[in-house]
């Protein structure tokens, strides 16, 4: 899906010239590692926008089947169509430097190890952003059952043993679409690798006969008679309750990186300021948790790989409450908080089943990087970005079940 990978350098005055050496070892490196372990390329169908960035996608509309009599006029009834659009409009970048003195001494370790991070980084952006348009989809399943993706949903525990109520679960959003006409044989089950845990303790199904390409790209057997992908992107999302203004001390963990409650903001990186009431604070949490503006006299910035970390993750003021979603897995959140109110809920993960193909994706030629000198400097510094749209049609919706499940339940 990346033909060539194009680099282009807007300084024709630069202090050092090793544009061939990034080309060949950066460029390819990320190339080839996101046609390895793109799992969007293996869900989606790919659309080709060779011209412009926006392709019509016509649809047409169902006729519903009528009897005829001998001798008696049919009703004909106008066919109706429409068109939806796949638009590229997303342009996900990942910067980096280097001083000029580090490529002399240290190029060969530093190169696969910056390669590989813009790498991961844009993998997991577009997997991210793939995988949230189950929250599209027409169907779901939740604690209440079976139903269309509408109003607010619960999500269910799963459990093992002999209780066990996965089969059921899977089993029963499979049968939704299989009863609508999908083509079952073409279905895929997406999980993270908590819950592929529990399908593995009930037999997945695994084979030797598939291709490395395919394990690289998420493909872990089969359940239930569907295709099993493990990713680590799925959407999730979780409530911060905080009606009482947290105390010294007091912290939050969201995906690993800890924010503490201080009543001097200081230095000490994850720091967030007790603010006059608890909407306030909770501000404050929101712009440290996103990395908005306040950073030195709200909150204090988080370190570079915790930044990473929060890729993805987003945080939303509401009345005594922060809510939370996640495009980058179960966000594995807890607290320790003086008031025992101010707590997080049940954290829900959305699971996928859907169609091959449901989705639709268009990645604007390849992977590109720019270069630039830092001024006054031996500094290069490079932009690696792709270009890409996403599009659930109409029909794509019908053939995707959104599988809500509660990855950690709520505080006590």
Same mark, same amino acid.
């Given at each position: 899906?990346?033909?060539?990978?194009?680099?282009?350098?807007?300084?024709?005055?630069?202090?050092?010239?090793?544009?061939?050496?990034?080309?060949?070892?950066?460029?390819?490196?990320?190339?080839?590692?996101?046609?390895?372990?793109?799992? +969007? $390329?293996?869900?989606?169908?790919?659309?080709?926008?060779?011209?412009? $960035?926006?392709?019509?996608?016509?649809? /047409?509309?169902?006729?519903?089947?009528?009897?005829? $009599?001998?001798?008696? +006029? /049919?009703?004909?009834?106008?066919? *109706?169509?429409?068109?939806?659009?796949?638009?590229?409009? @997303?342009?996900? !970048?990942?910067?980096?430097?280097?001083?000029?003195?580090?490529? %002399?001494?240290?190029?060969?370790?530093?190169?696969?190890?910056?390669?590989?991070?813009?790498?991961?980084?844009?993998?997991?952006?577009?997997?991210?952003? !793939?995988?949230?348009?189950?929250?599209? +989809?027409?169907?779901?399943?939740?604690?209440?059952?079976?139903?269309?993706?509408?109003?607010?949903?619960?999500?269910?525990?799963?459990?093992?043993?002999?209780?066990?109520?996965?089969?059921?679960?899977?089993?029963?959003?499979?049968?939704?679409?299989?009863?609508?006409? !999908?083509?079952? &044989?073409?279905?895929?089950?997406?999980?993270? &690798?908590?819950?592929?845990?529990?399908?593995?303790?009930?037999?997945?199904?695994?084979?030797?006969?598939?291709?490395?390409?395919?394990?690289?790209?998420?493909?872990?057997?089969?359940?239930?008679?569907? *295709?099993?992908?493990?990713?680590?992107?799925?959407?999730?999302?979780?409530?911060?309750?905080?009606?009482?203004?947290?105390?010294?001390?007091?912290?939050? /963990?969201?995906?690993?990186?800890?924010?503490?409650?201080?009543?001097? @903001?200081?230095?000490?990186?994850?720091?967030?300021?007790?603010?006059?009431?608890?909407?306030?604070?909770?501000?404050?949490?929101?712009?440290?948790?996103?990395?908005?503006?306040?950073?030195?006299?709200?909150? @204090? %910035?988080?370190?570079?790989?915790?930044?990473?970390?929060?890729? =993805?993750?987003? +945080?939303?003021?509401?009345?005594?409450? !922060?809510?939370?979603? &996640? *495009?980058?897995?179960?966000?594995?959140?807890?607290?320790?908080?003086?008031?025992?109110?101010?707590?997080?809920?049940?954290?829900?993960?959305?699971?996928?089943?859907?169609?091959?193909?449901?989705?639709?994706?268009?990645?604007?030629? #390849?992977?590109?990087?720019?270069?630039?000198?830092?001024? =006054?400097?031996?500094?290069?510094?490079?932009?690696?970005?792709?270009?890409?749209?996403? *599009?659930?049609? /109409?029909?794509?919706? %019908?053939?995707?079940?959104?599988?809500? @499940? #509660?990855?950690?339940?709520?505080?006590?």
């Amino acid at each position: 899906m990346f033909p060539s990978l194009i680099y282009t350098n807007i300084n024709k005055n630069m202090s050092n010239d090793f544009a061939g050496v990034v080309k060949q070892h950066w460029a390819n490196m990320i190339e080839d590692n996101l046609q390895k372990t793109l799992l +969007a $390329t293996e869900l989606c169908e790919m659309v080709d926008i060779p011209n412009g $960035t926006t392709k019509n996608l016509p649809n /047409v509309s169902f006729q519903a089947s009528t009897d005829y $009599t001998k001798y008696t +006029a /049919v009703t004909f009834k106008d066919a *109706k169509t429409g068109t939806e659009q796949l638009v590229i409009n @997303v342009t996900p !970048v990942v910067p980096f430097q280097i001083d000029d003195l580090d490529v %002399e001494d240290n190029y060969i370790s530093m190169a696969p190890e910056l390669t590989r991070n813009a790498s991961y980084m844009l993998k997991s952006r577009i997997d991210g952003d !793939v995988l949230a348009e189950v929250l599209n +989809a027409k169907w779901k399943y939740d604690n209440a059952g079976v139903g269309l993706n509408a109003g607010t949903l619960t999500p269910v525990a799963l459990t093992t043993g002999a209780s066990q109520n996965i089969s059921t679960v899977f089993g029963m959003a499979k049968a939704l679409l299989t009863n609508t006409g !999908v083509n079952a &044989s073409n279905l895929c089950l997406v999980v993270d &690798s908590f819950t592929l845990v529990a399908l593995t303790t009930l037999g997945l199904e695994t084979f030797g006969d598939k291709a490395t390409e395919a394990y690289e790209k998420g493909f872990r057997g089969m359940f239930g008679g569907m *295709k099993v992908y493990e990713a680590s992107n799925l959407t999730s999302s979780t409530v911060l309750d905080i009606a009482t203004n947290p105390t010294a001390a007091d912290y939050v /963990v969201v995906q690993g990186v800890t924010f503490t409650f201080v009543a001097s @903001v200081g230095t000490t990186a994850g720091n967030v300021l007790i603010g006059a009431s608890a909407d306030a604070t909770a501000q404050n949490l929101v712009a440290a948790v996103n990395g908005a503006a306040g950073a030195g006299t709200t909150y @204090v %910035e988080v370190g570079a790989d915790a930044r990473a970390t929060l890729s =993805g993750i987003t +945080a939303t003021d509401g009345t005594d409450l !922060v809510s939370f979603v &996640s *495009k980058r897995g179960a966000l594995l959140a807890s607290s320790s908080m003086t008031a025992a109110a101010n707590d997080f809920r049940v954290q829900a993960l959305n699971c996928a089943i859907m169609e091959k193909g449901a989705i639709k994706l268009s990645i604007r030629d #390849s992977v590109k990087i720019k270069q630039q000198s830092k001024n =006054g400097t031996l500094v290069e510094e490079y932009l690696v970005y792709a270009r890409y749209g996403l *599009k659930t049609t /109409v029909r794509g919706a %019908e053939r995707m079940v959104r599988v809500l @499940v #509660s990855s950690i339940s709520a505080e006590a």
